[in-house]
């Protein structure tokens, strides 16, 4: 029996995979499997499913500009509601049924001859002629090594993996960590543990978060007046906008700086707690976190926050860099994910024969416009290095994915086989962007972020405006790219 060749192939059904998918069948392009590890959409949102998880970004715009919802419940919405509404777009446009669930990719091999990709799964090979990696950069937890781990006989579980077959009440508790993840969840277990022990290496920023619930009538004036919900759409992203102009200009957030610590002043009495939480980087230089119950969390008889990182562990007791001893029935790891070295390497092997992974041990993943790797033919990296904006992954995905499909569409009217981004034109946009993100404050804020690899180079962040970017991703120029036309293609044009 024949393999069939795909013209597309997308890995993954996160936000990005469903996005990669209705775009492709939009534009009549719907030779594509797509294939899915789990058994349900969602990606993060499917994995992460931590008490109190949700999102920072606002409904309105935390979602597709093509599907717009009037069912969120609050202006931030929660885990549920979220892989909800990824549930119901998939099902609304049809993509559903075409995802191939159950069914991860173990290895993908670029076929120099036959300008194929070879992409080997759980459930068989396939053959394509171009795919789209719809992984996305938060998927891999980080769970630190440390010395006598092994020793510890309690429950231990990461955010993204979390147990909820055990029962916290009563328990004492240790979270590692004080990430986007630890002040949701914090606020949430604190109330039901006998003690909460939090270990914090570097107090973040903490901004109250303007959330509200959205009633009956709110969700009817949506729904009937789509007019709202458009206007609503573009006063947050003119909101993050402006952040986004202060990351790139850190001293026009010093303002806001200082608002921020007399708030604190308000929202932590004891002066040595408010001391320890106060941080010591410039706003904006590690993630912006928004929560309204983690400070109040922070303050209770059953809480302690131990400033230094977790070094060691001894049976059940955890041990903290000043040497502070604990003994606990639980540890939580809540030290997010390896975004330097996005999971997706280890499976890829490039033109040149290399893992991926192998090429990114010792430097950063780089790519154009977050998108095309070097050596690596017809394939497409969503929401890849130095492309992340401080804005809804929705909005950044599908303009990668605008581009992604005017590449494909072009590649098919023209019969091009194997198409690479240039070597001159990969370095000299690199260059430009590491040149351009000294200033910002991902980079001169005084802070080691998971923005920046062991080298201190930046690897995730683009240094301009969302505008730009959606601009620079506008329409494929097959002109960045060294094409490769199909035999047909050829005989046509002589």
Same mark, same amino acid.
């Given at each position: 029996?024949?393999?069939?060749?795909?013209?597309?192939?997308?890995?993954?059904?996160?936000?990005?995979?469903?996005?990669?998918?209705?775009?492709?069948?939009?534009?009549?392009?719907?030779?594509?499997?797509?294939?899915?590890?789990?058994?349900?959409?969602?990606?993060?949102?499917?994995?992460?499913?931590?008490?109190?998880?949700?999102?920072?970004?606002?409904?309105?715009?935390?979602?597709?500009?093509?599907?717009?919802?009037?069912?969120?419940?609050?202006?931030?919405?929660?885990?549920?509601?979220?892989?909800?509404?990824?549930?119901?777009?998939?099902?609304?446009?049809?993509?559903?049924?075409?995802?191939?669930?159950?069914?991860?990719?173990?290895?993908?091999?670029?076929?120099?001859?036959?300008?194929?990709?070879?992409?080997?799964?759980?459930?068989?090979?396939?053959?394509?002629?171009?795919?789209?990696?719809?992984?996305?950069?938060?998927?891999?937890?980080?769970? /630190?090594?440390?010395?006598?781990?092994?020793?510890?006989?309690?429950?231990?579980?990461?955010?993204?993996?979390?147990?909820?077959?055990?029962?916290?009440?009563?328990?004492?508790?240790?979270?590692?960590?004080?990430?986007?993840?630890?002040?949701?969840?914090?606020?949430?277990?604190? /109330?039901?543990?006998?003690?909460?022990?939090?270990?914090?290496?570097?107090?973040?920023?903490?901004?109250?978060?303007?959330?509200?619930?959205?009633?009956?009538?709110?969700?009817?004036?949506?729904?009937?007046?789509?007019?709202?919900?458009?206007?609503?759409?573009?006063?947050?992203?003119?909101?993050?906008?402006?952040?986004?102009?202060?990351?790139?200009? /850190?001293?026009?957030?010093?303002?806001?700086?200082?608002?921020?610590?007399?708030?604190?002043?308000?929202?932590?009495?004891?002066?040595?707690?408010?001391?320890?939480?106060? /941080?010591?980087?410039?706003?904006?230089?590690?993630?912006?976190?928004?929560?309204?119950?983690?400070?109040?969390?922070?303050?209770?008889?059953?809480?302690?926050?131990?400033?230094?990182?977790?070094?060691?562990?001894?049976?059940?007791?955890?041990?903290?860099?000043?040497?502070?001893?604990?003994?606990?029935?639980?540890?939580?790891?809540?030290?997010?994910?390896?975004?330097?070295?996005?999971?997706?390497?280890?499976?890829?092997?490039?033109?040149?024969?290399?893992?991926?992974?192998?090429?990114?041990?010792?430097?950063?993943?780089?790519?154009?416009?977050?998108?095309?790797?070097?050596?690596?033919?017809?394939?497409?990296?969503?929401?890849?290095?130095?492309?992340?904006?401080?804005?809804?992954?929705?909005?950044?995905?599908?303009?990668?994915?605008?581009?992604?499909?005017?590449?494909?569409?072009?590649?098919?009217?023209?019969?091009?086989?194997?198409?690479?981004?240039?070597?001159?034109?990969?370095?000299?946009?690199?260059?430009?962007?590491?040149?351009?993100?000294?200033?910002?404050?991902?980079?001169?804020?005084?802070?080691?972020?998971?923005?920046?690899?062991?080298?201190?180079?930046?690897?995730?962040?683009?240094?301009?405006?969302?505008?730009?970017?959606?601009?620079?991703?506008?329409?494929?120029?097959?002109?960045?790219?060294?094409?490769?036309?199909?035999?047909?293609?050829?005989?046509?044009?002589?």
């Amino acid at each position: 029996m024949t393999t069939p060749i795909y013209d597309t192939y997308i890995v993954g059904s996160g936000l990005s995979g469903l996005a990669a998918a209705i775009k492709l069948k939009e534009q009549g392009l719907d030779h594509f499997k797509i294939i899915e590890k789990a058994d349900r959409v969602g990606g993060t949102w499917r994995e992460n499913t931590y008490p109190g998880c949700g999102c920072d970004v606002p409904s309105a715009l935390y979602s597709y500009s093509f599907a717009p919802s009037s069912r969120w419940s609050r202006l931030f919405a929660a885990q549920p509601e979220i892989l909800s509404y990824l549930e119901q777009v998939s099902r609304d446009y049809g993509i559903e049924p075409l995802i191939t669930f159950n069914t991860e990719l173990k290895n993908a091999r670029w076929d120099e001859r036959r300008h194929l990709w070879v992409l080997d799964t759980s459930q068989g090979q396939d053959l394509a002629r171009t795919v789209i990696f719809a992984t996305g950069p938060i998927t891999e937890p980080q769970t /630190p090594s440390l010395p006598g781990l092994e020793s510890f006989k309690g429950e231990m579980f990461h955010s993204a993996q979390w147990n909820h077959d055990y029962d916290l009440t009563g328990k004492r508790v240790a979270v590692i960590g004080t990430g986007a993840s630890a002040i949701q969840f914090v606020p949430q277990i604190q /109330p039901k543990v006998q003690s909460l022990f939090v270990f914090q290496r570097t107090a973040p920023w903490v901004l109250p978060k303007p959330d509200m619930p959205l009633g009956t009538a709110s969700k009817l004036l949506l729904e009937k007046v789509p007019a709202i919900q458009h206007a609503w759409r573009e006063t947050v992203a003119s909101s993050l906008n402006v952040i986004n102009l202060g990351l790139r200009h /850190p001293s026009a957030l010093k303002p806001v700086s200082q608002a921020a610590k007399q708030l604190l002043k308000l929202q932590v009495k004891d002066k040595a707690l408010r001391k320890a939480v106060t /941080p010591n980087f410039t706003l904006g230089c590690k993630r912006i976190l928004f929560a309204n119950n983690y400070y109040p969390a922070l303050q209770a008889d059953n809480t302690t926050l131990i400033p230094h990182g977790l070094v060691r562990v001894e049976g059940n007791t955890v041990i903290a860099a000043n040497g502070e001893r604990h003994e606990v029935d639980v540890i939580i790891w809540g030290t997010g994910f390896d975004v330097s070295h996005p999971p997706i390497g280890q499976r890829v092997v490039n033109a040149n024969g290399e893992r991926l992974s192998d090429l990114w041990k010792d430097s950063s993943p780089e790519a154009y416009l977050g998108t095309a790797l070097a050596d690596t033919p017809n394939a497409f990296l969503v929401l890849g290095p130095n492309v992340l904006v401080y804005d809804s992954f929705f909005r950044l995905s599908e303009a990668q994915l605008g581009y992604i499909v005017d590449g494909l569409k072009k590649m098919k009217q023209k019969g091009i086989s194997k198409l690479a981004v240039k070597a001159e034109v990969l370095r000299s946009h690199n260059e430009l962007v590491q040149k351009h993100i000294k200033g910002t404050v991902f980079n001169s804020g005084g802070c080691k972020s998971y923005y920046l690899d062991q080298n201190g180079r930046n690897f995730a962040a683009w240094p301009w405006s969302l505008a730009r970017l959606q601009k620079a991703l506008g329409h494929f120029r097959l002109g960045d790219y060294d094409v490769v036309f199909s035999p047909q293609a050829q005989r046509k044009a002589a």
